[in-house]
């Protein structure tokens, strides 16, 4: 059953019922925005601010896998950004047409792709 189908920014993309119930029996948030066909997202704020997303998105074996993408120059972030290895994202368009720079790569599964104009384009 589609519930929306328009084109242009981060949510919009056709939504499979039964497939939205797998994904969240999966551990999806039911507040995640779909982003591309298998990849996901929803908005993480710290202090009110606007921190970072949860990145979603289906690994080669059909497994929801995630990762936290913070965005650099917030409150958030800057507490980290002493620590070796930390890795914050420039919002170079803010939402709904978000857009991040640069790509991100999964470390558990080694999905890669931009997040532009709310949407996933993979690598
Ligand atoms: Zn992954």
Not at 24 to 41: D, E, I, N, S
Request: glycine share 8%; aromatic share 12%; with cysteine.
């Amino acid at each position: 059953m589609i519930e929306s189908e328009q084109s242009g920014a981060e949510g919009t993309e056709v939504w499979d019922r039964a497939q939205r119930d797998w994904l969240q029996a999966q551990g999806l948030p039911r507040v995640a925005l779909r982003t591309g066909r298998t990849t996901f997202m929803h908005y993480a704020y710290y202090k009110d601010e606007l921190a970072g997303i949860n990145e979603y998105h289906l690994d080669r074996n059909g497994r929801l896998c995630t990762g936290w993408v913070p965005f650099a120059d917030t409150e958030w972030s800057r507490s980290f950004d002493k620590v070796a290895g930390y890795a914050a994202w420039e919002v170079r368009v803010a939402p709904p047409r978000l857009t991040l720079a640069p790509s991100i790569l999964c470390r558990i599964c080694g999905n890669h792709g931009y997040i532009e104009d709310g949407r996933w384009r993979a690598a």
